[in-house]
């Protein structure tokens, strides 16, 4: 079910990957495409972005990439977790162009590895 949600959001999306400067934003670091911030969201929108659009974000890749059909499926990367993640990698000068949600899906699916 979020895959398909994931392919909506990216096929009502233009060619231009500067969405940051336009117009207001709506909860996350890019604005709302097909109900999520999250779709294409990357590292350069969320270096600009303010401490409370990157948790919108966090919460809308979790909510996209966790599954909708079963009431009691959790993600195995906190939302906290997620965070550090980004501001990690995104850190790096070169990790403009990086999406979010890859990085979310390889951080969770290493996370059972985690030493504790």
Request: glycine letters at 8%; aromatic letters at 8%.
């Amino acid at each position: 079910m979020w895959f398909a949600v994931l392919c909506a959001a990216l096929a009502g999306c233009g060619g231009d990957s500067n969405h940051a400067s336009r117009g207001p934003r709506t909860g996350g670091v890019r604005p709302d495409v097909a109900g999520t911030t999250a779709a294409l969201a990357n590292c350069g929108e969320w270096k600009r972005a303010t401490p409370r659009q990157r948790r919108r974000t966090v919460e809308d890749l979790r909510g996209q990439l966790t599954s909708q059909e079963d009431t009691k499926a959790r993600s195995v990367l906190s939302d906290e977790r997620a965070y550090e993640v980004f501001q990690h990698a995104c850190r790096q000068s070169y990790a403009d162009q990086l999406r979010l949600y890859k990085l979310y899906v390889r951080a969770a699916a290493f996370e059972s590895l985690r030493d504790r």
